[in-house]
């Protein structure tokens, strides 16, 4: 609050001073919103940008040229190794989808892979309707309900989709129909603001790598879903027959849409109940953001569990479905985990708030200093920097691997530290002198 003060002279002699309140007439400014913290972090993060300090900004240095020049010189120099041949396994699986794939003409498949090469599996997924039924193996349509009453002793899906209502049709919409296909985007988002720089990269190549081989497996082995069983019994199955929306008629009757019906009716993966990729994708969709916000871990495995039941509700996948797809994801996210994921540090929030990135696991190895080669854990972390910073060597000797010397303390000559202090130490070799 403002005070002013103002004088009125009745004579020269006599001076009067009043004092004026004056109300605040604005909004508060920004930085009073904004706690303090929060801002020190901004403005901390905005000067390691403009000042090149973070692996973040690296973007700068992005080869933005078209020459095809320049692509060949990058092949030339490049260091081959084992892990460049998911470029061929890729390049195998995008190869047959196009040969398989009906379409007017080259130029419509040109279209298609540069529409599809960020996600090759949608390419797999689409072109798998164009293999001719000589080639594919028969359509198991006893063995997941026998398996669910092997394992669970009666048929889940069926027992949860007995009753019905309007409010369970639109709880069970929401994560299969909706947030299943946002959900990928929006953790993607979420992972690439406030995780290690390098998240982002990692989850989309287990995503789409987890799903290769969920649609090749159900192409390998073609099962029918449960509301094959509720339409027509056990009997068999062909390639001709055309899908169905299940439980999902219910939501394009409710909102007068044609969606979903017109979708799954002509889907081209009419039998591929098992593994479930829905349970998949939101396995590995949950792993990785309890990974990234250890502290929400409840919340994602709350929308894992509502997931598994939507699908079960709305009659499209076996619980045994449900089990394979996270076994799956679970398999693939460890894979990655243990070399490929960048691990959370404390006190970081943002991704430009981290000065260097360190991958894998903590093992017991490098919490001793044992480790063999520094650089597998902290890229680009050598050079000029004091020895004695955050995210160092720090305390381990680098000079010894010996796993009897433990950690030990950065000490020029080889006299022992048993029993002695620093200045004691220190004393001695002044009396030497």
């Given at each position: 609050?403002?005070?002013?003060?103002?004088?009125?002279?009745?004579?020269?002699?006599?001076?009067?001073?009043?004092?004026?309140?004056?109300?605040?007439?604005?909004?508060?400014?920004?930085?009073?919103?904004?706690?303090?913290?929060?801002?020190?972090?901004?403005?901390?993060?905005?000067?390691?940008?403009?000042?090149?300090?973070?692996?973040?900004?690296?973007?700068?240095?992005?080869?933005?040229?078209?020459?095809?020049a320049d692509t060949l010189r990058?092949?030339?120099?490049?260091?081959?190794?084992a892990y460049d041949a998911q470029?061929?396994?890729?390049?195998?699986?995008?190869?047959?989808?196009?040969?398989?794939?009906?379409?007017?003409?080259?130029?419509?498949?040109?279209?298609?892979?540069?529409?599809?090469?960020?996600?090759?599996?949608?390419?797999?997924?689409?072109?798998?309707?164009?293999?001719?039924?000589?080639?594919?193996?028969?359509?198991?349509?006893?063995?997941?309900?026998?398996?669910?009453?092997?394992?669970?002793?009666?048929?889940?899906?069926?027992?949860?989709?007995?009753?019905?209502?309007?409010?369970?049709?639109?709880?069970?919409?929401?994560?299969?129909?909706?947030?299943?296909?946002?959900?990928?985007?929006?953790?993607?988002?979420?992972?690439?603001?406030?995780?290690?720089?390098?998240?982002?990269?990692?989850?989309?190549?287990?995503?789409?790598?987890?799903?290769?081989?969920?649609?090749?497996?159900?192409?390998?082995?073609?099962?029918?879903?449960?509301?094959?069983?509720?339409?027509?019994?056990?009997?068999?199955?062909?390639?001709?027959?055309?899908?169905?929306?299940?439980?999902?008629?219910?939501?394009?009757?409710?909102?007068?849409?044609?969606?979903?019906?017109?979708?799954?009716?002509?889907?081209?993966?009419?039998?591929?109940?098992?593994?479930?990729?829905?349970?998949?994708?939101?396995?590995?969709?949950?792993?990785?953001?309890?990974?990234?916000?250890?502290?929400?871990?409840?919340?994602?495995?709350?929308?894992?569990?509502?997931?598994?039941?939507?699908?079960?509700?709305?009659?499209?996948?076996?619980?045994?479905d449900l089990v394979a797809g996270?076994?799956?994801?679970?398999?693939?996210?460890?894979?990655?985990?243990?070399?490929?994921?960048?691990?959370?540090?404390?006190?970081?929030?943002?991704?430009?708030?981290?000065?260097?990135?360190?991958?894998?696991?903590?093992?017991?190895?490098?919490?001793?200093?044992?480790?063999?080669?520094?650089?597998?854990?902290?890229?680009?972390?050598?050079?000029?920097?004091?020895?004695?910073?955050?995210?160092?060597?720090?305390?381990?000797?680098?000079?010894?691997?010996?796993?009897?010397?433990?950690?030990?303390?950065?000490?020029?000559?080889?006299?022992?530290?048993?029993?002695?202090?620093?200045?004691?130490?220190?004393?001695?070799?002044?009396?030497?002198?």
């Open positions: 609050m403002r005070t002013h003060y103002f004088s009125f002279s009745g004579d020269e002699s006599t001076q009067r001073f009043f004092s004026v309140s004056k109300l605040p007439l604005s909004w508060p400014s920004l930085p009073v919103l904004v706690p303090h913290r929060i801002r020190r972090r901004f403005r901390s993060t905005r000067s390691k940008i403009r000042s090149m300090q973070t692996p973040t900004s690296s973007i700068a240095s992005l080869n933005t040229s078209f020459n095809p990058a092949l030339r120099t490049h260091n081959w190794s470029y061929l396994f890729l390049a195998i699986v995008a190869i047959f989808s196009l040969c398989v794939m009906q379409s007017p003409g080259p130029f419509t498949k040109t279209m298609v892979v540069t529409g599809y090469m960020v996600a090759v599996y949608l390419m797999l997924f689409f072109s798998c309707q164009f293999i001719s039924g000589e080639y594919r193996p028969p359509i198991w349509v006893r063995v997941l309900p026998s398996l669910e009453n092997i394992l669970y002793g009666a048929n889940l899906s069926n027992i949860l989709s007995a009753h019905k209502n309007t409010a369970l049709n639109v709880l069970a919409w929401l994560p299969y129909g909706i947030c299943h296909f946002g959900a990928p985007f929006v953790c993607a988002g979420l992972m690439f603001i406030f995780g290690p720089p390098g998240t982002t990269p990692t989850f989309t190549r287990a995503f789409g790598y987890m799903n290769v081989v969920g649609v090749m497996t159900q192409i390998i082995l073609p099962c029918s879903p449960p509301w094959y069983e509720n339409m027509y019994g056990l009997a068999p199955a062909n390639y001709a027959m055309q899908g169905s929306p299940a439980g999902l008629r219910a939501i394009d009757e409710l909102f007068g849409i044609d969606l979903y019906t017109s979708g799954f009716t002509a889907s081209p993966m009419v039998f591929g109940a098992f593994p479930s990729l829905h349970s998949a994708d939101g396995t590995i969709e949950a792993l990785f953001m309890a990974h990234t916000f250890p502290a929400l871990q409840p919340l994602f495995v709350f929308y894992l569990l509502w997931l598994w039941w939507s699908t079960m509700y709305l009659s499209h996948h076996y619980a045994v996270s076994l799956i994801a679970i398999i693939v996210y460890f894979m990655y985990r243990g070399q490929f994921l960048p691990r959370l540090q404390p006190g970081k929030m943002f991704r430009w708030d981290y000065d260097y990135v360190e991958y894998g696991e903590v093992t017991e190895r490098y919490a001793y200093g044992l480790a063999d080669d520094l650089d597998d854990y902290r890229p680009g972390a050598h050079g000029d920097s004091d020895e004695w910073t955050i995210g160092s060597s720090s305390s381990f000797s680098s000079s010894s691997r010996d796993p009897s010397a433990g950690m030990r303390s950065p000490v020029t000559d080889e006299s022992s530290w048993e029993g002695d202090t620093v200045a004691s130490a220190s004393d001695t070799e002044y009396q030497k002198a």
